[in-house]
């Protein structure tokens, strides 16, 4: 079985930092690309950064400049440093894992439950 949980969500005033994690955990053989999607109430859920396992990343529009990605195959985690947020940024962050179980397996998205960042004004 595979685990990817969230956390380091919370509330944070306009203009203020949060850091965010995400740890895969179980019959991990190999993590392909890790991704932060958010989803505020009544809107779809986007993608808000990725990096792949070779550390390419790729980034929203709306976050360029403000959120870096960054990951460490090592330890199986991914993390997303948010800073200057903005009351728009308030969501439910997700973490999404491409994880292959075994040599012969293809790889699979993982989600996470999610973690709550919310931005006051």
């Known amino acids: 079985q595979v685990q990817v949980v969230e956390s380091g969500g919370g509330l944070v005033q306009s203009g203020g930092s949060l850091r965010l994690s995400c740890a895969a955990s179980?019959?991990?053989?190999?993590?392909?690309?890790m991704g932060w999607y958010r989803q505020a109430p009544g809107k779809q859920r986007e993608l808000v950064a990725s990096v792949t396992g070779g550390g390419i990343s790729n980034y929203a529009d709306s976050v360029k400049g403000r959120f870096t990605i960054s990951r460490d195959n090592a330890k199986n985690t991914m993390f997303l440093q948010m800073n200057s947020l903005k009351p728009e940024d308030t969501a439910v962050y997700y973490c999404k894992s491409a994880i292959a179980t075994s040599v012969i397996r293809d790889a699979t998205d993982y989600w996470g439950l999610g973690t709550q960042v919310t931005v006051s004004s």
């Open positions: 179980g019959n991990i053989f190999r993590i392909f690309t």
